[in-house]
């Protein structure tokens, strides 16, 4: 009997070891339900008229441009600033723009800026998965929608 107690109180306490529960603690969040509510809200909460892409990017033109259009690919100069959904800035844009490839961007910025001309100008909403993920990065919180009011001054 003291042996089938001791084993019974053995497997106990191994099974109490071997339980972690680290598959939870390590699964990125996913925000993309919340993220498309925030960004539909904020479209009408501004009266905005919106595209929506297969990959959950909205993008809005002010102005078409007359110029050359980017590829996923290309080297551009933008004049940008981008904020919250709650008008809280958290980068300010540089002067003149900024230039850089767009492969080396978020993916909102290389899925959006193609639909841009040069001289065009209008607002990219991105939702988290194509910012800086449940993760955020910064002053950027996991999970945060993204929206850059942009023009493309060129594309190089």
């Not at 539909?40 to 501004?46: E, F, K, L, M, R």
């Not at 709650?86 to 490839?101: A, C, I, K, R, Y």
Request: with cysteine; charged share 15%.
């Amino acid at each position: 009997m003291k042996s089938i107690l001791l084993a019974f109180v053995s497997l106990l306490f191994v099974s109490c070891l071997s339980d972690t529960n680290t598959d939870v603690e390590t699964q990125p969040v996913d925000y993309k339900v919340q993220n498309e509510k925030e960004i539909v809200d904020y479209i009408a909460a501004n009266k905005l008229t919106a595209t929506r892409t297969d990959s959950g990017l909205y993008y809005v033109i002010n102005e078409a441009g007359t110029g050359v259009k980017p590829t996923a690919s290309s080297n551009v100069t933008v004049e940008y600033k981008g904020y919250f959904t709650n008008g809280s800035v958290f980068d300010g844009g540089t002067p003149g723009g900024l230039t850089f490839g767009l492969n080396q961007v978020i993916k909102g910025w290389t899925e959006g800026i193609p639909y841009f001309k040069e001289g065009g100008n209008g607002i990219l909403l991105i939702p988290s998965h194509l910012g800086y993920g449940s993760n955020g990065s910064g002053r950027i919180p996991g999970g945060s929608v993204l929206v850059f009011d942009v023009k493309l001054i060129k594309v190089n």
